[in-house]
């Protein structure tokens, strides 16, 4: 769905066909066991976790993050298409090419560094938006990936949020498992660590928005 400081960046804001979309097999957050205690929240930022495994269609990924904020306001970001790459800072281009329904194709390229190599990918993402809370998607094009699936989760924990994003990816180029694992943390820790930002930014705005109405 910062893929800038290292390997892919694709994003991950969009999702599958109904149906079609293997990421329907995953797990939902709820499935995997009690959920957490939040953690405090510190002003540097959304506290980020992310976990990264091998699987059989390639790097399994999840990444975590407690918010202030309303899913409204979460899904306000993750549905803005047009508007990823003014807070996704790898992000080169974004952009909604058509729509079938719930259904979204979005276009986005990126650009991602490992090493001393400097790499732009492009995905066409289809998107199955479920709201309020869920978001599947699949990169249709299979020119800079293998495989590229996942989705975005919001729950709603009353006075906070945690968002829950899931990816499988496996690159098309040739590169060693250890540096692709190291890669794809940094990438999904800093895209989460930056959607959650704007997540808590437009929250805090509608909040000061919302005071000076009443």
Do not use: C
Not at 23 to 35: H, N, Q
Not at 79 to 88: L, R, S
Not at 160 to 179: C, G, K, N
Request: glycine share 10%.
């Amino acid at each position: 769905m910062r893929l800038g400081p290292t390997l892919l960046d694709a994003l991950a804001l969009g999702a599958a066909a109904p149906g079609s979309l293997r990421a329907d097999a995953a797990l939902s957050p709820t499935d995997t066991g009690p959920t957490p205690e939040p953690p405090a929240l510190v002003a540097a930022g959304p506290e980020v976790s992310v976990t990264v495994t091998r699987g059989a269609d390639g790097l399994e990924v999840e990444g975590r993050a407690w918010l202030r904020a309303m899913p409204a306001a979460a899904w306000a970001v993750l549905t803005d298409y047009d508007g990823i790459v003014d807070f996704v800072s790898s992000m080169r281009k974004s952009r909604v090419t058509g729509r079938e329904g719930e259904d979204v194709l979005v276009e986005q390229s990126a650009v991602g560094h490992v090493f001393l190599f400097r790499r732009r990918m492009t995905t066409i993402l289809r998107v199955h938006e479920e709201p309020p809370g869920r978001i599947r998607f699949e990169d249709v094009l299979r020119r800079d990936f293998d495989s590229y699936y996942g989705e975005w989760w919001i729950e709603d924990h009353g006075n906070r949020i945690e968002i829950v994003y899931r990816l499988t990816a496996q690159p098309s180029f040739s590169i060693p498992d250890m540096i692709a694992r190291g890669a794809f943390r940094s990438v999904v820790r800093d895209l989460i660590a930056e959607v959650g930002a704007e997540i808590e930014r437009r929250a805090e705005v509608a909040g000061v928005r919302g005071l000076e109405g009443s």
